[in-house]
């Protein structure tokens, strides 16, 4: 069977913290807003769409961030303008899964804005950076559950809670893109067999290198079950 893998959106391959933040100065007025990449930790108390939490290195007190997020909701399309993590991204995962044969789903928790559903919207975004035929889920329940669920090999995602999902939950493998500082990565990331990625294309090389060892044991198996080692399912 062929690989099947799940990607994050926001943060992850589509970069919404850069709009939110020029959206949050034209709002307040602010001009020394964070340059770095929002990897806030999560707020127990917020039960909120996981791109909620992404405001936090902005300073903006609660009460703005709800003006903020309030503001979004009225934006025609809003999940259609957002800029690539990586320039070209999208179209590179779509070539090596035509490629390698890959079954990819992407995964977002966005909230609805104006205009089309959250779902078509990021579809739309995803063709247009050239991802044909985008199959796109919008959820709130766990990652690993969800990865369970559907049986996936990997999911990759930029927030370090969700991959710990996927490692507990299932047997996926989960890969963490953490541009940050390693040393910063959370306890038990790597001893619940996290994988860590300072970018996408790297965890294209680690995707890769799954599928070629998911291969050998295919391999493996149909020469056991040829020379009558292994009883046939």
């Excluded at 690993?144 to 990997?154: F, N, P, S, W």
Aim: proline residues 6%; contains cysteine.
């Amino acid at each position: 069977m062929p690989l099947r893998i799940a990607f994050d959106l926001d943060g992850t391959i589509a970069d919404m913290h850069t709009v939110l933040r020029a959206r949050a100065e034209q709002l307040f007025g602010l001009t020394e807003l964070s340059q770095a990449p929002a990897r806030p930790d999560p707020d127990p108390d917020q039960d909120e769409a996981e791109s909620t939490k992404v405001t936090a290195d902005m300073h903006l007190t609660p009460r703005q961030q709800a003006q903020l997020w309030e503001h979004v909701r009225t934006v025609e399309n809003f999940w259609t303008g957002l800029a690539e993590m990586e320039p070209g991204i999208v179209a590179r995962i779509a070539e090596t899964a035509a490629s390698r044969r890959w079954d990819v789903i992407f995964l977002t928790t966005r909230p609805l804005v104006a205009g089309e559903t959250t779902q078509i919207q990021s579809q739309r975004w995803l063709q247009a950076h050239g991802f044909p035929l985008p199959s796109v889920f919008v959820v709130q329940r766990s990652r690993g559950k969800i990865a369970h669920a559907l049986e996936l090999d990997a999911v990759v995602d930029d927030r370090p809670e969700n991959c710990l999902d996927v490692a507990v939950d299932s047997k996926a493998k989960p890969i963490l893109i953490w541009a940050g500082d390693p040393k910063r990565v959370p306890a038990g990331a790597k001893r619940l067999g996290v994988r860590i990625a300072s970018s996408i294309s790297e965890a294209l090389s680690f995707l890769i290198q799954l599928d070629g060892l998911k291969n050998e044991k295919r391999v493996v198996r149909s020469i056991k079950k040829f020379f009558g080692k292994e009883t046939p399912v």
